[in-house]
């Protein structure tokens, strides 16, 4: 099992020991799911960045990258040259999607997903209600965050805190797709 650093941009700001910041740095694991152990499918349907609707269910069929992410995030802000990266190693073999949870307009996260060539559509969820769909997974902490979703959309996956690499991720969503 590969270990990472786990932060969480949550809205901890004030709260002793985290020193001002938005974020509380922690630790944390990757955590593969097995087939037999993978929930329900998660149906999630919403607005994009640019207010169009926005599914998973579509999706379906190939494993699905989940980033969670807003724009002032410092660790969301590290691992997007990443997500980038596995993206396009993947191609149109994996979908990627993001969840934007705490930017309260869309100039913020657009300059963001513009600035680090992030093409791939985000939901826009600045009250975070998107994560409620995905119980036991993710929680209003969960930022960044990044879930793989199976064929089936069945979380598969999941990484509470920043990538620890573009390999890692890469080696993740290889397993999901071996594991059917």
């Known amino acids: ?12 700001h004030g709260l002793k020991g985290t020193e001002g910041k938005d974020y509380v740095t922690g630790s944390g694991v990757p955590q593969e799911i097995a087939p037999a152990d993978r929930g329900a499918p998660v149906d999630f349907s919403g607005k994009d960045l640019d207010g169009k609707p926005l599914s998973l269910l579509p999706l379906r069929g190939k494993p699905t990258v989940i980033s969670v ?53 985000s939901f826009y969820q ?24 199976d064929a089936q959309g069945r979380v598969a996956a999941r990484i509470i805190g920043p990538l620890p690499s573009q ?14």
Request: aromatic share 8%; charged share 10%; hydrophobic share 45%.
């Open 69 to 121: 992410w807003w724009s002032d995030c410092p660790p969301c802000r590290q691992e997007a040259p990443m997500l980038v990266g596995a993206h396009r190693q993947f191609g149109a073999r994996v979908n990627f999607v993001g969840i934007n949870v705490r930017d309260s307009g869309t100039a913020a996260p657009k300059t963001f997903q513009h600035q680090f060539g992030i093409d791939w559509p």
């Open 126 to 149: 600045p009250g975070g209600q998107a994560l409620l769909a995905f119980p036991g997974n993710l929680s209003a902490g969960s930022i960044p965050a990044t879930l793989v979703l």
């Open 167 to 180: 390999l890692t991720l890469v080696q993740i969503v290889r397993d999901v797709i071996k594991s059917g």
């Open 1 to 12: 099992m590969l270990l990472l650093s786990a932060s969480g941009c949550s809205s901890l």
